[in-house]
């Protein structure tokens, strides 16, 4: 419950007066409510349904029935029907402006939550993302804001219904206090009893919540690994989870449409009892008059099911709660991490080009606190600007953690990053990351144009541009080859492309930024000889006028840098120029050499 009130705070603060004018109007809707029920009873009376001893038995509770009695004969009836259909038109009127206000209140409201929580995951420390599956996102983003988004509007009908069953039962209170003490305290121990369906429901949306992110999860690792599935024919193995997660997902579907139909069914039985209990108790016990049991069952029969509906509407509360549990935690785990404001224009822009260098004292990085091993080790190094600084080693050596400490990603443990001499931290890691152009080992493209892929790094480059881009990485021919040209439709991730002209227009979109760092991650390992000699004289054309950063497996791509960083177990085993390295056979890097050629 706590998560939900969490969630109505949040309500409050968005909404503020709009929630409170839908509260008033919604008390309003239910005072005409209650007074054209309260107009039935005259109405009988004047319709000669109800004899004259109705109204001499007991007083009516509006002044109304006065005056239209007063009314010339064969007024009172039209009038009274006249407002008897004005209150009712009016209160229609009310609640359909009410539902609009509600609904723009409920959907401005998830947008809200949805916004909030996309900047809090796109202002997270990456390490964040680290720990995180990607499908989680997606189920938070989806899913789970669904199930919220319909907690609260729960939670604005409940108010409703609460407070049309208050007002009634003030109203029943005023006819008959014994008749109505009696079916409110039948109302409170079904209540009660009912505290088991609210439980069950409740433990019922933790399993959804859980089998939802399962599916998820399932389902984008099963899609990214479409190929290697069906090349290892393991179909069968994945439609026989698939089949068994789905039955899991019917059986929690069907538990808890059990459990309501199973709370309704308790409600409706009590009810039938109840009806003759009333009955007898007002007729045998307490000789009420029959007109006023009339308006004491009409009450009934209009309180009992806001009981019905409260109940209903509380085990669905209690189904989406494991919900806004889960979207507070994620929350109030986001909270802990931000680390920029991505509506907020850096002040100090930070080092448009590297004038120095970058420099690691002592770093030490890790990517668990509680890991027994360092990812990185004591490493000393020092990149120079406008130079090639090669990273080798081997795979799990440290490359890439590396390269996400030198750029701020990964903040060390120990030690720290100088940026021209300067600590590298906050604001100047940002600004650092906007002069940096990009390729990782698993390029990401966007499915939409060539055309557009490119000017999402770069929005404001003119088509000569970005053929010069493609150009240099070697990409302009395949693509002057496709019927569209630049506005040929990438497949999803790019996946309509060879893994080799997906990282040349990934390498292509990094130049197009202009960076004054570029770092390649293993961004040629998908080329052919002929391509990765294309962009290796590219890159040696840009030699002096960026700092460039290779991380290379193949060592024929690294003969150009002007140093070589070689790593192993997380700490740098040598460094120095390539031909000085290379040259000591007994060294890691001969050592590398002649395991290659013999290879
Ligand atoms: N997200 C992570 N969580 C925990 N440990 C990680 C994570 N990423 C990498 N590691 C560990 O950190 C160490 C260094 O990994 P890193 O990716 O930097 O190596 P690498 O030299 O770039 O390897 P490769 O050439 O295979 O890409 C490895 O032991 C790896 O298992």
């Not at 192993?568 to 290659?596: C, K, P, Y």
Request: aromatic share 8%; with cysteine.
């Amino acid at each position: 419950m706590k998560e939900l009130f969490i969630y109505v705070r949040k309500l409050r603060q968005f909404a503020g007066l709009k929630l409170y004018v839908s509260m008033v109007g919604m008390l309003a809707a239910s005072l005409l409510e209650g007074a054209g029920v309260v107009l039935l009873l005259p109405l009988l009376t004047l319709a000669g349904l109800a004899g004259p001893a109705a109204t001499d038995g007991f007083t009516l509770p509006l002044h109304m029935p006065a005056p239209l009695r007063e009314l010339p004969d064969g007024m009172g009836l039209p009038a009274a029907l006249a407002i008897f259909a004005a209150i009712l038109i009016g209160q229609a009127g009310l609640q359909r402006r009410l539902s609009i206000l509600s609904e723009q209140i409920e959907q401005g409201f998830i947008r809200k939550l949805r916004q909030d929580l996309y900047r809090a995951m796109l202002q997270a420390d990456w390490s964040f993302f680290l720990k995180q599956r990607r499908s989680d996102f997606i189920h938070y983003l989806t899913g789970e804001l669904s199930r919220v988004s319909y907690g609260v509007y729960l939670f604005l009908q409940q108010s409703m219904t609460l407070l049309f069953t208050l007002v009634q039962l003030g109203l029943a209170l005023w006819l008959s206090v014994e008749l109505t003490v009696g079916v409110l305290c039948c109302g409170v121990l079904l209540a009660l009893f009912a505290r088991r369906y609210t439980r069950k429901s409740r433990r019922i949306g933790e399993a959804t919540t859980s089998l939802m992110q399962l599916y998820l999860a399932g389902l984008t690792d099963h899609l990214g690994g479409m190929k290697e599935i069906k090349s290892s024919g393991l179909e069968r193995q994945h439609y026989g989870w698939f089949r068994e997660l789905c039955s899991r997902m019917e059986r929690n579907m069907v538990d808890f449409s059990t459990v309501q139909a199973s709370s309704r069914f308790a409600y409706k039985a009590a009810s039938a009892l109840l009806i003759v209990l009333f009955a007898y108790a007002a007729l045998a016990l307490l000789h009420v008059q029959a007109e006023k049991l009339a308006l004491i069952l009409v009450i009934f029969s209009r309180l009992w099911p806001k009981f019905q509906s409260l109940q209903s509407g509380a085990e669905q509360l209690a189904q989406s709660l494991p919900a806004f549990k889960a979207l507070a935690d994620l929350q109030s785990e986001l909270a802990g991490v931000q680390s920029m404001d991505v509506e907020k224009e850096l002040i100090e822009a930070g080092p448009a080009a590297l004038k120095l260098g970058i420099e690691c004292k002592g770093v030490y990085y890790r990517y668990e606190a509680d890991a027994s091993a360092y990812a990185l080790e004591d490493i000393r190094l020092f990149i120079p600007a406008a130079g090639t600084t090669a990273i080798v080693g081997q795979s799990g050596a440290g490359k890439s953690t590396l390269v996400d400490v030198l750029v701020g990603l990964a903040v060390p443990e120990h030690g720290e990053v100088l940026i021209d001499r300067k600590p590298l931290t906050g604001e100047g890691a940002l600004a650092l990351r906007r002069t940096v152009g990009y390729v990782s080992q698993d390029p990401f493209l966007f499915h939409a144009s060539i055309r557009d892929n490119l000017s999402a790094a770069a929005p404001g480059a003119s088509e000569e541009e970005m053929w010069e881009a493609l150009r240099f990485a070697a990409a302009d021919h395949f693509i002057r080859d496709l019927a569209d040209g630049l506005d040929t439709v990438l497949g999803d991730r790019g996946a309509r492309l060879s893994g080799g002209e997906r990282q040349r227009i990934v390498l292509a979109r990094a130049i197009l930024r202009r960076p004054a760092i570029l770092i390649l991650d293993e961004a040629t390992s998908a080329l052919d000889g002929e391509n990765e000699a294309l962009i290796q004289e590219a890159l040696e054309r840009l030699h002096g006028k960026m700092t460039i950063i290779v991380i290379a497996h193949r060592l024929s791509t690294i003969r150009g840098a002007d140093q070589v960083v070689v790593m192993e177990n997380g700490r740098i085993v040598q460094q120095g120029g390539f031909r000085e390295l290379a040259g000591d056979v007994r060294g890691a890097l001969g050592m590398m050499l002649s395991r290659t050629e013999a290879g």
